[in-house]
């Protein structure tokens, strides 16, 4: 089953997808958050490549673990985008994801601007690969 990660953020959503094994977690594309949310035919289509049967979204907790307004509205915004697609929905702590897909990208010598339109994606994928292994664990025990 193909696992779809959204990286919601107040301008961009980054996507990722897992392959049909569940194993490999990787970008796809970003999209404008508004396209996202108004399940424009942008963000359809992203859903018509892949077929996803089940939404991974991150939740941006504070570094103490706490819920904060952020995490409240990427819950709201991720709920009213899985009630769109008609898909299940499981959310995956984020914390640090954007952080990390910064370093990997500087170290791959993108400047700052250059990485602007790529690090909600790579995040994505880096929440969804946590969240992939996680559950190999789970089902290895």
């Given at each position: ?19 049909p ?13 508004a ?42 915004h991720a ?19 954007s ?18 339109g790529?690090?909600?994606m790579?995040?994505?994928s ?12 789970v089902s290895?025990?």
């Amino acid at each position: 089953m193909r696992i779809m990660a959204l990286d919601i953020g107040r301008v961009r959503v980054g996507i990722a997808i897992s392959d049909p094994s569940e194993r490999v977690a990787s970008p796809v594309c970003v999209l404008p958050a508004a396209e996202v949310l108004a399940h424009a035919s942008s963000f359809r289509r992203v859903l018509e490549d892949w077929e996803p049967e089940l939404l991974v979204c991150g939740r941006p907790l504070t570094l103490s673990g706490e819920l904060g307004p952020q995490a409240e509205e990427a819950v709201t915004h991720a709920q009213q985008i899985a009630k769109n697609c008609g898909l299940p929905l499981e959310f995956v702590d984020e914390r640090l994801s954007s952080k990390e897909a910064k370093r990997i990208l500087h170290e791959e010598g993108l400047s700052e601007r250059a990485m602007r339109g790529k690090v909600d994606m790579v995040a994505a994928s880096l929440f969804l690969q946590t969240w992939l292994d996680s559950r190999k664990q789970v089902s290895s025990n």
